[in-house]
């Protein structure tokens, strides 16, 4: 997997202070997508242990009350990515006591494959569709386009 950025602290992707990764590589195409940098699966940087490493501890830092993390991209659930994003999710899950998971897909939950429902039931909300132009409505929170649904499996 590669990657766009990674946010350690970050107040506009999901609710409270978190941790975002933006990672690279999505198939959906839509018209007007605000971040077409990161279609290229290989765009961006690779993905390694020691920034896996790095978002644990950060989000085991008690000096800043990060919330959770935050996934998007790209798209996290793209093929390209799911397993990473299982390990990554796994792991927070098992040593981040506390922290929720809000990840970002241009799929919708019945789209889902099993690899990509594995990935769902470790998280806490999942914002899923593609982001529709003539649905766009910036008044919507955490979202781009009125189709586009808010699943809060856990919060
Ligand atoms: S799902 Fe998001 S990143 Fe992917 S093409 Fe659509 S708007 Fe762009």
Same mark, same amino acid.
């Given at each position: ?9 970050? !107040?506009?992707?999901?609710?409270? @202070?978190?941790? @975002? ?21 290989? +765009? ?11 978002? %644990? ?11 959770? /993390?935050? *996934? =998007? $991209? $790209?798209?996290? *659930? &793209? ?5 990473? %994003?299982? &390990? ?8 981040? +006591? ?6 970002? @897909?241009?799929?919708? /939950? =019945? ?7 594995? !990935? %769902? ?5 999942? %914002?899923? $569709? ?9 008044? /919507?929170?955490?979202?781009?386009? =009125? ?9």
């Amino acid at each position: 997997m590669n990657y766009q950025k990674y946010h350690q602290v970050d !107040v506009v992707n999901g609710e409270g @202070t978190r941790c @975002t990764l933006f990672v690279s590589g999505c198939e959906h195409n839509c018209r007007g997508c605000y971040n077409q940098t990161t279609l290229n699966p290989n +765009s961006g940087h690779p993905y390694t242990q020691e920034l896996e490493d790095q978002i %644990i501890a950060d989000l085991q830092d008690t000096r800043i009350k990060r919330r959770g /993390l935050s *996934l =998007s $991209g $790209g798209d996290p *659930l &793209h093929p390209a990515n799911v397993d990473t %994003i299982l &390990h990554l999710v796994t792991r927070v899950k098992s040593e981040c +006591s506390g922290k929720d998971i809000w990840l970002w @897909t241009g799929y919708t /939950l =019945s789209e889902l494959n099993e690899k990509q429902k594995k !990935v %769902i039931e470790l998280i806490d909300v999942l %914002i899923d $569709g593609k982001f529709e132009q003539d649905k766009k409505d910036l008044n /919507l929170e955490w979202r781009g386009s =009125s189709n586009q649904v808010i699943h809060r499996f856990k919060l």
